[in-house]
């Protein structure tokens, strides 16, 4: 064999070896590759579980998630807060204007207070509006937020989220309900009555307005319970409520503030007695007629005491004292209506009690 063909031979097994290394190399490298991708695939499907999963947390929650970059002011919104502010994704465009649009008036001004300070980095963002949807419709919404800074310090986003809390407003309006108005009734209670009363007489000072209270204790209904029945006993409080309710003025507080005890606050111009006792007669008189209830008429009275601030009484308390000492005068009476002013001489230590 000449010298030539064996250094062709020797240049073709140098070219198959290194043809062999590289396929050698490119099933490494392709076998390292597919592992990698299905590594990847693998991990984008976690993280889209993952993030399908948040998603639908955010959703059954009612949290809308929202982000505002400081260098292009724009904006950028979870589809759970389009949602929850009655708009499309892709559609429509979070716009600042529009936010503050919707807002209830009353609270507007203090969203925007808040917003600021967070956006100054003086303050997390706590805030709690009324929202008005497209339709709409108006729903409590609660927003918390806050800022982040790069390296140097400076404010380059402002990041929070917003959650619906329309069905929790309802549920302590409800609670709220139950503690201040009876429930047979529909009347306001002894503890707010109590408020009210407090807040008249203080609204009084310095002005020419006095405070009255009278007090109306039913006559009899013990026995009306006891001849015919809860039930009755129950129609005969509803009725006496509405026509009490009927019988007064809108700035004037009628409370049911026993079993069969109701109370009646408003404020007088001046200190005339004898104007307190006519408007609370025409009350009475109104309410106390027959009440026909199943079939059946029924005629209740009342002894109902009265007294006035400071007229007749420094203090809440003695207010009350003397109101209720009056009551007792009263139901000493055989009519079927009996309204008794307090009169400071017969119990001059109650006025000053």
Known sequence: MNFPAVVLIAAIAFLVGIGACWWVLGRWYATRLAQATA?????????????????????????????????????????????????????????TKRFFAQLHHDDAAEVLWREMACAAGNAPLRVEYRYFLPS????????????????????????GVVIDITDEKRRLSQTSNLANYDELTGLPTRAYFMRQLDGFIKASFGTRHAVAVAIIDLL???????????????????????????????????????GDEFALLFNVDGEDQSAVQAFVWQVIATTFLPMDINGMTFEVGASVGISIYPTLASTLECLLTTADHAVQQAKTRVGPLELVTYAASETPAAREA
């Open 39 to 95: 590594r990847s695939d693998k991990a984008l499907h976690e993280l889209e579980d993952k993030l399908d999963w948040y998603s639908k947390t955010m959703s059954f929650a009612d949290i809308g998630i929202w982000e505002w970059t400081v260098a292009t002011e724009s904006w950028r919104w979870s589809d759970e807060l389009y949602r929850l502010f009655g708009l499309v994704p892709g559609k429509d465009v979070p716009d």
């Open 220 to 258: 009899a209904f013990k026995q009306i319970n006891d001849v015919h029945g809860h039930l009755i006993g129950d129609r005969v409080l509803q009725q006496v409520a509405q026509r009490l309710r009927r019988a007064t003025r809108a700035e004037d507080v009628v409370c049911r503030i026993g």
């Open 136 to 159: 709409g419709e108006m729903r409590w919404m609660r927003g918390g937020g806050d800022v982040l800074r790069d390296a140097d310090g400076k404010i380059v986003r402002m990041m």
